[in-house]
């Protein structure tokens, strides 16, 4: 017997439109807060706390939302987490159990969120990218005139108040490109050229402008694997092709006062830094060294370095074996989940920012277990973006047209 399933969970109004607003917040806070303690207070406050109500109505009502909470990648994601929070218990620099508990509960409501948002109000999903790029254009101005000597370490931006860390910056910037180019070809495919698809090409190319001022070669050699993907992929990148060819020169330009910065910075020691890496992880190769475990070396350059500069070094280094193979499963889960509905405009945007998510990645290893900062903008976002991608949804719940308030059949 075919069972109707209710498009939208049956929670109070109020709550549902808190918990869309608090998503628009998160994609913004790193723009409109005054410290880094601000953006996380933002993220708490507005869309960590409203998501946790509606978790919590849902439970209460027994409502089918919560299929999700048993689907492959949420359970393998709270495997991961939960087994490199155990790995504390050998750690010799581990922080306070109760911290690595607090962020994971953070990070599993978070996850919940983003599936709440993209699966049943997707539409505010994709507003919500052109918001934060909106915003990204005065931040950025008031970066370069009113404070370039808070907002700049070593000529290279971090981003006043919220940044600590040009490559972190880059990263996060380099995830907005990504979802913000992933909104414009379903703009265009949807609407074709119009000024209003012009101006999101604009905030766009001030979003990639951001990125080259933080000098970061990870975020731009992330970008370069997601554009392979796109143009092997992507029938809308087929079918403006004439646009695509017109974006190379555009970026070659951008990129040509950058290019001898990118060139004389050599490797930056990551084959060093890596080299050392697998051989402390060769020491304890199954249960790992634990999380946050020290990590101190000394390069030829001189510098003395506390990460091994690789995330998946990282959880090798802190979980080792079983960590890395959670690890990977829920990389896999993701990537399997995008494509199975890959013809899907969020599918094929989850499998572009999964892959610039793990390349970027392959460069830093902060993240993890943190509070809401950039990685946050890369593989948990994608985890739940993922976890919205579904058989029963219509393909227009994952695109700008509003999604029908009526009960589906399956």
């Known amino acids: ?5 209710p498009i939208r969970p049956e ?22 807060a005054t410290s880094r303690k601000g953006q996380h207070t933002l993220v708490y406050a507005f869309f960590l706390a409203p998501t946790a109500f509606h978790l919590f109505i849902c439970m ?4 089918p939302t919560l299929k999700a909470l048993l689907s492959p990648i949420y359970l393998l994601l709270g495997a991961f987490l939960s087994y490199m929070t155990v790995t504390s218990a050998w750690s010799d620099n581990a922080e306070d159990l109760s911290d690595y508990i607090k962020r994971i509960v953070y990070t599993m409501i978070f996850v919940y969120g983003v599936h709440v948002v993209v699966r049943y109000e997707a539409a505010h999903f994709w507003r919500a990218i052109l918001c ?7 931040w950025l101005a008031i970066n370069l005139i009113y404070y370039p000597e808070e907002a700049f370490a070593s000529d290279r931006l971090i981003g006043v108040h919220a940044g600590v860390n040009y490559l972190l910056t880059g990263a996060m910037l380099g995830s907005l490109f990504v979802l913000g180019v992933c909104s414009l070809i379903q703009r265009l495919a949807q ?36 554009a392979a993907y796109w143009a092997v992929s992507s029938k809308e990148i087929r079918q403006f092709k004439l646009l695509a060819l017109l974006a190379l020169p555009v970026i070659g330009v951008m990129l040509a006062p950058y290019a001898e910065l990118f060139i004389s910075r050599g490797f930056s020691q990551r ?3 890596w080299a050392i890496a697998l051989e402390w992880i060769g020491q304890r190769p199954w249960l790992g060294h634990g999380m946050d475990a020290l990590f101190v070396i000394n390069v030829s350059s001189g510098e003395e370095l506390y990460d091994p500069h ?35 405009p969020m599918a094929q945007c989850v499998m572009a920012l999964l892959i610039y998510s793990v390349s970027v990645k392959f460069f830093e290893s902060r993240g993890i277990l943190t509070r809401p900062t950039e990685f946050w903008h890369l593989v948990w ?13 219509d393909a227009s719940m994952h695109s700008y047209a509003p999604a029908p308030d009526t009960k589906s059949v399956e």
């Open 381 to 393: 976002l994608c985890a739940g973006m993922a976890l919205a991608c579904h058989s029963k949804v």
């Open 191 to 226: 609407q074709g050229f119009s000024i209003a698809n012009l101006v999101v090409m604009l905030g766009i190319v001030v979003v990639f402008y951001g990125l080259l001022l933080t000098e970061s070669r990870s975020a731009l050699l992330a970008l370069v694997a997601t």
């Open 60 to 63: 209460w009502k027994q409502d």
């Open 310 to 344: 690789n995330i998946h070094l990282k959880v090798l280094y802190d979980g080792g074996v079983i960590g890395g193979a959670l690890w990977l499963a829920v990389l896999c889960a993701i990537g399997w989940r995008a494509w199975q509905h890959r013809d899907t």
């Open 271 to 273: 084959f060093e830094i």
């Open 132 to 138: 934060a790029i909106a915003l990204c254009i005065p």
């Open 11 to 32: 929670v109070p109004k109020a709550i549902r439109y808190m918990v869309i607003a608090g998503f628009y917040v998160f994609l913004s806070a790193w723009f409109i």
């Open 1 to 5: 017997m075919l069972q109707a399933e």
